[in-house]
């Protein structure tokens, strides 16, 4: 099937403005993450979901940045009045479950990368 | 955020030589280990993983060793092909599974 799907693949943005980052899931997938992977960095953590449990919001970065879930399938990553320092490739991943290492693993999107000028 | 300490940040290899990515962590309470691998453009996609239940697994040319007591685990790439030349990321993940830390990355090179 489909792996997880993000768009738009590349997003330029003037600076001050507000940005929508769009991930679909692997279908049946009750878990997405949402990671920022800043140029020659490591994976930065922003937000979890789990089925409709609270999500994790606890690497959120500012309060310029938010997510959702829609009907626990789609999400969106906002980023209100972006910033340089936003600019980054934000990554989506999915798991079919809690990731636990006995066989349920994330898989990831192929990113949207944002640049704000 | 618990850190996950990777080293070198870089690698440039020959054919057929072994490529070796170390990692370190803090958190005692991470309980599994996967390695991602990065192409450019593309997401990380899982590699290979361990459970600190054992010190280490193979999968064909691909290697993890775990060593609990320093909490250090690193990756051995045997026969390296210019087509492992990507970007490597080690992660761990705590009991309560929600999210994986990663390190920051090892960029291979494999050279003809």
């Known amino acids: 099937g489909a792996g997880v799907s993000q768009s738009p693949s590349n997003k330029v943005t003037e600076k001050g403005k507000d940005v929508e980052l769009r991930c679909d899931p692997i279908s049946g997938h009750t878990a997405l993450y949402w990671y920022r992977q800043s140029l020659g960095q490591g994976l930065e953590f922003l937000i979890y979901?789990?089925?409709?449990?609270?999500?994790?919001k606890s690497g959120l970065p500012s309060d310029r940045f938010s997510a959702e879930r829609t009907g626990g399938s789609v999400s969106t990553l906002t980023i209100q009045r972006t910033q340089q320092e936003d600019s980054a490739v934000y990554l989506c991943?999915?798991?079919?479950?809690?990731?636990?290492?006995?066989?349920?693993?994330?898989?990831f999107g192929q990113g949207t990368r944002l640049t704000v000028v | 955020q618990q850190q996950v300490k990777q080293s070198p940040q870089s690698l440039i290899v020959q054919k057929g030589g072994i490529s070796i990515i170390n990692c370190a962590y803090e958190n005692t309470a991470f309980d599994y280990f996967p390695w991602y691998q990065q192409f450019p453009g593309k997401g990380p996609a899982l590699l290979i993983a361990i459970r600190p239940d054992v010190s280490e697994k193979k999968e064909g040319r691909f290697t993890i060793s775990f060593n609990k007591s320093a909490k250090q685990f690193s990756l051995h790439i045997m026969d390296s092909q210019p087509g492992d030349s990507a970007t490597y990321f080690c992660a761990s993940l705590g009991a309560a599974g929600n999210k994986l830390t990663f390190g920051g990355g090892t960029r291979v090179l494999v050279k003809p």
């Open positions: 991943a999915s798991s079919l479950g809690i990731v636990n290492g006995l066989g349920t693993e994330a898989f």
């Open positions: 979901f789990q089925g409709n449990s609270a999500p994790d």
